[in-house]
T-cell receptor
Framework: DVKVTQSSRYLVKRTGEKVFLECVQD?????MFWYRQDPGLGLRLIYF???????EKGDIPEGYSVSREKKERFSLILESASTNQTSMYLC?????????FGPGTRLLVL | GENVEQHPSTLSVQEGDSAVIKCTYS??????FPWYKQELGKRPQLIID?????GEKKDQRIAVTLNKTAKHFSLHITETQPEDSAVYFC???????????FGGGTRLMVKP
C-alpha cells in the first residue's frame, strides 16, 4: 500500500517567515502534487511535478515555490508566509492510477 | 483550464434514503472522473471512479453516472448509513494519474 507522509500535521508560523512543507512517498511514483484545501473551495492545485527536477504551476502558484530533487520527495515552500496562506495543505502522488493523499498539514500564519 | 462545479454544497438525508451529488465540468478533453470521500480529520480517499468510455459504474451502494454530451457526472449513494457522513469531492482530469481539478465539495449528513 502506498504511503504518503507529510512532515508536520500542524504548523504555526509568523507573517514573513519562510515555511517548508515536506512530502515523501515510498512507492517510486513519478507524479506528485500539492493542493490547498479551504472550505467551500475544494482542493486547489498549487504545483505539480511529473519527474525529478520538473515542476509545473497549478491554478494558484502565487506566493509558493516547490522543489523536487529526489523522486520520493516534493517540497512546498512559502517564501514569505502571509495570513491568507492559512490553510490545509495536502500532498498527493500517483502513477497512472488514482491519487494517494498524505494526511495533510494544517498551517496557521499569524 | 478545467473548471468543475459541484452541487449541493451541503446535503442532509435520513438514514436509508438515497443521496445524489452532481458535478459539471468544462473541458471536453477530460476523460477520468474520480470521487473522493473525506471523513473529519482524515485524508481524502477514492471511493469510485469512471472513465469517459463508460456511462455508469456501480460498487455496492455507490454508483456514478457520466453524461459526456452534457459534461456532467453524478454520485449516487443508496440506503445511506450514518458512516456515509463525510465531505465528498468530485474531480476531473485528462487521464488517470494526471492533475485533478476538484469540485468545491459536498458535506453529506446522514441522520439516524
Amino acid at each position: 500500500d502506498v504511503k504518503v507522509t507529510q512532515s508536520s500535521r500542524y504548523l504555526v508560523k509568523r507573517t514573513g517567515e519562510k515555511v517548508f512543507l515536506e512530502c515523501v512517498q515510498d512507492m517510486d511514483h513519478e507524479n506528485m502534487f500539492w493542493y490547498r484545501q479551504d472550505p467551500g473551495l475544494g482542493l486547489r492545485l498549487i504545483y505539480f511535478s511529473y519527474d525529478v527536477k520538473m515542476k509545473e504551476k497549478g491554478d494558484i502558484p502565487e506566493g509558493y515555490s516547490v522543489s523536487r530533487e529526489k523522486k520520493e520527495r516534493f517540497s512546498l515552500i512559502l517564501e514569505s508566509a502571509s495570513t491568507n496562506q492559512t490553510s490545509m495543505y495536502l500532498c498527493a502522488s500517483s502513477l497512472g492510477g488514482h491519487f494517494n493523499f498524505g494526511p495533510g498539514t494544517r498551517l496557521l500564519v499569524l | 483550464g478545467e473548471n468543475v462545479e459541484q452541487h449541493p454544497s451541503t446535503l442532509s438525508v435520513q438514514e436509508g434514503d438515497s443521496a445524489v451529488i452532481k458535478c459539471t465540468y468544462s473541458d471536453s478533453a477530460s476523460n477520468y472522473f474520480p470521487w473522493y470521500k473525506q471523513e473529519l480529520g482524515k485524508r481524502p480517499q477514492l471511493i469510485i471512479d469512471i472513465r469517459s468510455n463508460v456511462g455508469e459504474k456501480k460498487d455496492q451502494r455507490i454508483a456514478v453516472t457520466l453524461n459526456k454530451t452534457a459534461k456532467h457526472f453524478s454520485l449516487h449513494i443508496t440506503e445511506t448509513q450514518p458512516e456515509d457522513s463525510a465531505v465528498y469531492f468530485c474531480a476531473a482530469s485528462m487521464g488517470a494519474g494526471n492533475m485533478l481539478t476538484f469540485g468545491g465539495g459536498t458535506r453529506l449528513m446522514v441522520k439516524p
